[in-house]
T-cell receptor, first 113, second 113 residues
Framework: SQTIHQWPATLVQPVGSPLSLECTVE??????LYWYRQAAGRGLQLLFY??????ISSEVPQNLSASRPQDRQFILSSKKLLLSDSGFYLC????????????FGPGTRLLVL | AQSVSQHNHHVILSEAASLELGCNYS??????LFWYVQYPGQHLQLLLK??????LVKGIKGFEAEFIKSKFSFNLRKPSVQWSDTAEYFC???????????FGRGTSLIVHP
């Protein structure tokens, strides 16, 4: 069966520090991968999606970037964190050409101080 | 771009009460429709989905949703809620042929025992 992992689960970082959040999927190949930010009362905001290695599309211009160095690995990064980057970050995957059902990871709670 | 509206942001019910959560979307073409649920401390997960066929869709835990194309709606229902239904519920829409979903802002449901 397929599983999706995210780490770390919780992160507290100072303003101006770099960020790297990692997501890996097991049990499937060539998935679509997604990064979301979930804010209370504001739903899920799609940040980035990827249909393949090295292929990244950004939905919202901001202080973050994403990379997909391997088929089942998706990384969310920042060179310098802002206070406004605090939030709950979710990684998800879907089967290409399938139902486009999203399968979500456990999330990372980021607090920027 | 499509948008998804969930009209009820916070719903509080007593056990055995009936539930209906509204979801409307703006997109004129074929759509795939989803409801996701996030129980406290758990991953966001699929509750039910509609792609085609019978517009009344049944999901897990006694939930159902009805797609009304003329109203651009996909409301979620449950005849009798339980305390364990306390969760956040998200409606999502993906245009046919796309792999990019749009999520609503979510509805927080609290069920009192």
């Amino acid at each position: 069966s397929q599983t999706i992992h995210q780490w770390p689960a919780t992160l507290v970082q100072p303003v101006g520090s770099p960020l790297s959040l990692e997501c890996t999927v097991e049990g499937t190949s060539n998935p679509n991968l997604y990064w979301y930010r979930q804010a209370a009362g504001r739903g899920l905001q799609l940040l980035f999606y990827s249909v393949g290695i090295g292929q990244i599309s950004s939905e919202v211009p901001q202080n973050l970037s994403a990379s997909r160095p391997q088929d089942r690995q998706f990384i969310l990064s920042s060179k310098k964190l802002l206070l406004s980057d605090s939030g709950f970050y979710l990684c998800a995957w879907s089967v290409k050409g399938g139902s486009e059902t999203q399968y979500f990871g456990p999330g990372t709670r980021l607090l920027v101080l | 771009a499509q948008s998804v509206s969930q009209h009820n942001h916070h719903v509080i019910l007593s056990e055995a009460a009936s539930l209906e959560l509204g979801c409307n979307y703006s997109y004129g073409g074929t759509v795939n429709l989803f409801w996701y649920v996030q129980y406290p401390g758990q991953h966001l997960q699929l509750l039910l989905k509609y792609f085609s066929g019978d517009p009344l869709v049944k999901g897990i835990k006694g939930f159902e949703a009805e797609f009304i194309k003329s109203k651009f709606s996909f409301n979620l229902r449950k005849p009798s809620v339980q305390w364990s239904d306390t969760a956040e519920y998200f409606c999502a829409v993906t245009p046919g042929g796309s792999y990019i979903p749009t999520f609503g802002r979510g509805t927080s449901l609290i069920v009192h025992p």
